[in-house]
């Protein structure tokens, strides 16, 4: 055998260093085409939300019931309310969902849909959002006064979906029992000893919280009922939860005022949509018993004996309409459900803050994956990566992903592992966090390399499981050990006496909090990645029941700063202007609110440039300070923003600071 030389070896390296090039070429072409800071595109529906006081809502409601229904540019449909309490606590407001009728009535749209929604505060809306605001005002009588209006928007979707046709499959060829085939794990992160790993004692330790609640279990026939917002369920796969209800279930893609019953997950593919993605989150809570070669056979789910509900919202985790996932909280309070898990996220909005407050209102927790976000490995380029809604929303638990090595999932695998040259997408995936107003009610559970049920069409062998990635597959497991601590814990007199209230949700929050394991490698960064810590069920159901609870701010769109903001663009409202104008400009800053706050949710540039602000510094009536300035600014220059808050900054005659000086 020739010995190697040094000119072998360096032509080794060389032929290396061109098949590595070569190879991460396609994502030196994703840097390029990434998405730029600031540059998310947004989809509007054409619908718009509308919140009226209670009895212009119902006389409007009532007049349109004598109308001929398919005479009418616009369907007008009254949001249902979760329960007496909610009503109660409404303060005499009614939402109304406002929709445009005929197939190419969409198409007509243009411009910005914020534009249009202040357009009809002030009676000044044109095309047919002029009939719209006809429509309001025959309805309400000349006292129309809305105290909000919402367009119902959602992240756009890239690149052409596949035609209908093409997309739906049939379910058929699925096999018998309960075995299941494994496929790999990913490559670039590190994963557990065992199959499922996560269960142990050494990380979630959700099979012995299992164990502890199976035996209150065994003395009451009242299980716990868990609500899951996904894409769907898939009936025939081997995972599927045995106490599915698929009776209560419902879909609101179509229609999210009048859901229909069933939640079957269609599996449409296209880009931006995840078959079966519904299918994969059920299994990591409750999924049924499987087997799994000489490996595992046990249940896969963290509590299998808990009551699922499926509410199904998007074919797709990242582009979905707020509208949707507020009406399914709220369908989920009255069903009664004691838990809420959601694996998405997306756009703030003042609806779906409002379905959060009554549910905690109602003693439902709300457990939400803080998001993830996608990193380049060559340029560096990333998708914004603070926590994304509803999980950023107060009174919701953001789950956030931690490793099998106890790391954030936040920080990169080694990028070596490139050099494996497969699965880079699973390199550039990682986990939101953030800011820290947020993480204040966050906590970390694991991912990736977890395994889930996944289904794929045409395939010999659809019931396979294979490693769940991102923060989808860490929010059940959270979720998992909220029913279980309810479950055992449900006949305790305090939780007996609370169980419809938001006493309920505080004593299982902290309960799962404090039990978190506080000591991690990343040491004083824990708290910026995992917030509270890492998920121990066990020990948090061995802590008992928190009597001495507070109960936590409401939910409201946008974190302080936004307001802060707000008091340096010019104020609206005048001394010597009538009642009705006052509200008027009252109700055009809450819409601004919520607008500068899904502008900085869709953009890193926005994101990175508040992380710079020092709120206390920005006085209300004072003048902004240089970072504030720059912020506002890169608002005024985002493409997305409406004509009507550029025109507020614009008469806030800010001017660009200038850069400071290198020292």
């Given at each position: 055998?020739?010995?190697?030389?040094?000119?072998?070896?360096?032509?080794?390296?060389?032929?290396?260093?061109?098949?590595?090039?070569?190879?991460?070429?396609?994502?030196?072409?994703?840097?390029?085409?990434?998405?730029?800071?600031?540059?998310?595109?947004?989809?509007?529906?054409?619908?718009?939300?509308?919140?009226?006081?209670?009895?212009?809502?119902?006389?409007?409601?009532?007049?349109?019931?004598?109308?001929?229904?398919?005479?009418?540019?616009?369907?007008?449909?009254?949001?249902?309310?979760?329960?007496?309490?909610?009503?109660?606590?409404?303060?005499?407001?009614?939402?109304?969902?406002?929709?445009?009728?005929?197939?190419?009535?969409?198409?007509?749209?243009?411009?910005?849909?914020?534009?249009?929604?202040?357009?009809?505060?002030?009676?000044?809306?044109?095309?047919?959002?002029?009939?719209?605001?006809?429509?309001?005002?025959?309805?309400?009588?000349?006292?129309?006064?809305?105290?909000?209006?919402?367009?119902?928007?959602?992240?756009?979707?890239?690149?052409?979906?596949?035609?209908?046709?093409?997309?739906?499959?049939?379910?058929?060829?699925?096999?018998?029992?309960?075995?299941?085939?494994?496929?790999?794990?990913?490559?670039?992160?590190?994963?557990?000893?065992?199959?499922?790993?996560?269960?142990?004692?050494?990380?979630?330790?959700?099979r012995s919280a299992r164990a502890l609640a199976q035996a209150q279990r065994a003395r009451t026939d009242r299980p716990v009922r868990v609500a899951v917002i996904d894409t769907g369920y898939v009936e025939e796969h081997v995972t599927t939860p045995a106490r599915l209800n698929k009776a209560a279930s419902r879909d609101f893609v179509d229609d999210p005022t009048d859901p229909k019953p069933g939640a079957q997950d269609p599996i449409r593919i296209g880009k931006g949509h995840f078959p079966g993605h519904g299918c994969s989150v059920l299994s990591v809570l409750a999924g049924n018993r499987i087997v799994a070669g000489q490996k595992f056979n046990d249940f896969l789910g963290g509590a299998p004996d808990v009551e699922v509900l499926m509410l199904r919202v998007s074919d797709s985790v990242i582009h979905f309409f707020p509208s949707r996932m507020a009406m399914a909280i709220k369908y989920a309070v009255a069903q009664g459900c004691d838990v809420i898990s959601i694996s998405h996220g997306g756009l703030p909005s003042v609806l779906l803050a409002e379905a959060v407050n009554e549910a905690y209102e109602n003693g439902t927790a709300i457990f939400a994956a803080s998001g993830d976000f996608l990193v380049t490995p060559i340029f560096g380029l990333s998708s914004p990566r603070n926590v994304v809604y509803p999980a950023a929303l107060s009174r919701v638990v953001a789950v956030t992903g931690v490793t099998a090595t106890y790391r954030s999932y936040t920080q990169p695998p080694s990028f070596f592992t490139l050099f494996r040259f497969r699965r880079w997408w699973d390199w550039m995936l990682r986990g939101n966090y953030g800011p820290d107003s947020v993480m204040h009610e966050a906590i970390a559970a694991y991912a990736p390399n977890v395994p889930w049920a996944v289904y794929r069409p045409n395939i010999r062998d659809p019931n396979i499981c294979r490693p769940g990635n991102g923060t989808s597959v860490a929010t059940p497991q959270v979720s998992a050990a909220a029913a279980l601590w309810l479950q055992m814990h449900r006949d305790h007199p305090f939780l007996r006496k609370h169980w419809r209230s938001w006493q309920k949700v505080e004593s299982l929050y902290w309960s799962l909090f404090d039990a978190a394991e506080k000591r991690t490698p990343e040491g004083r960064s824990t708290f910026r990645y995992f917030g509270n810590g890492l998920l121990k069920a066990r020990r948090a159901l061995e802590m008992g029941v928190l009597t001495d609870v507070a109960k936590r701010p409401e939910a409201r769109i946008g974190f302080q700063w936004i307001g802060i903001f707000l008091s340096v663009l010019p104020d609206l409202r005048t001394e010597d202007a009538a009642p009705a104008a006052r509200a008027r400009a009252e109700t055009h800053m809450r819409m601004v609110r919520t607008e500068i706050a899904q502008l900085t949710h869709g953009s890193i540039e926005l994101q990175q440039a508040i992380e710079h602000i020092e709120p206390q510094t920005l006085q209300p009536g004072g003048k902004p300070t240089a970072a504030a300035t720059r912020f506002l600014n890169a608002l005024r220059n985002d493409k997305r923003a409406s004509r009507y808050l550029c025109d507020l900054i614009d008469r806030a005659k800010l001017q660009t600071p200038a850069p400071v000086a290198a020292k």
């Open positions: 055998m020739r010995a190697t030389t040094s000119s072998d070896l360096v032509h080794r390296l060389s032929l290396a260093s061109l098949g590595a090039c070569l190879s991460v070429a396609p994502l030196l072409l994703a840097g390029c085409t990434a998405p730029r800071p600031g540059s998310e595109p947004m989809r509007f529906s054409g619908s718009m939300l509308i919140a009226l006081p209670e009895e212009q809502a119902t006389r409007m409601l009532q007049t349109r019931a004598a109308a001929d229904p398919a005479q009418e540019p616009w369907r007008l449909r009254p949001v249902a309310e979760s329960s007496r309490r909610a009503q109660a606590e409404s303060s005499g407001t009614r939402w109304l969902f406002a929709t445009p009728t005929g197939p190419r009535a969409v198409k007509r749209l243009r411009g910005n849909p914020w534009d249009a929604a202040h357009a009809l505060i002030d009676n000044e809306a044109d095309g047919l959002y002029r009939s719209l605001s006809d429509e309001l005002t025959r309805g309400a009588g000349d006292a129309f006064a809305p105290l909000l209006v919402e367009p119902d928007i959602a992240y756009a979707g890239r690149g052409n979906e596949l035609p209908m046709k093409e997309q739906t499959r049939t379910l058929r060829g699925w096999t018998d029992g309960n075995e299941v085939s494994v496929h790999h794990n990913y490559t670039h992160w590190p994963e557990g000893r065992t199959f499922a790993w996560h269960l142990d004692d050494a990380y979630s330790e959700l």
